[in-house]
């Protein structure tokens, strides 16, 4: 069966590449920003329902998005891209501890990664005197995690999405 899971950090190409490989296989895509702001309803943004509910109201509701989605999957293939910090949820975490979910880490470099993140302004994860520095921090923490969770690392240096998603394709042999 192919479950496919899509991790990294923001701004790593989850959404981009997880459709990519979604079309060429004919699976569902979702992502898990976009399954939040639909249960969530009342907010126009993921920033918008930081900003509101805080960390821990935003993993709360991430939980409770990924627990839906996955319930209502249950026994059908797809491919899902996670947010940038459900690595960092616990609980989240625990549901895609499946044998029938494999689960990639797309590993940017960290400059690229704060310059693409930075162009839409400084989310509220990152607000601080030293947004920077922030980041590199949380680079440093959540990258090792995702080493060390993922079934599979994609190393996307230097990578066009298109090679990113062959790569995936082919890692698992779904062609």
């Known amino acids: ?11 790593s190409g989850k959404s981009t590449v997880g459709w990519a490989v979604a079309s060429q296989l004919g699976l569902f895509f979702a992502d898990l920003d976009d399954l939040i702001l639909r249960d969530a309803e009342h907010f126009s943004s993921v920033r918008e329902l930081f ?12 939980y409770e998005s990924l627990k839906h989605f996955l319930l209502g999957n249950e026994g059908k293939e797809f491919v899902l891209s996670l947010g940038g910090g459900t690595i960092e949820n616990s609980p989240a975490l625990t549901l895609l501890k499946r044998n029938d979910i494999t689960t990639y880490y797309l590993d940017a470099d960290e400059r690229d990664l704060y310059n693409r993140i930075v162009r839409g302004g400084i989310p509220p994860f990152l607000e601080s005197e030293d947004p920077g520095e922030k980041f590199g921090e949380l680079y440093k923490r959540r990258a090792e995690l995702y080493k060390n969770w993922a079934s599979c690392i994609i190393d996307t ?4 999405p298109a090679e990113i998603t062959s790569q995936i394709i082919l890692s698992q042999n779904y062609t």
């Open 157 to 160: 240096r230097g990578k066009t």
């Open 1 to 11: 069966m192919r479950r496919i899971i899509l991790s990294g950090i923001k701004h």
């Open 51 to 62: 900003r509101s509910q805080g960390a821990d109201g935003f993993k709360k509701q991430e």
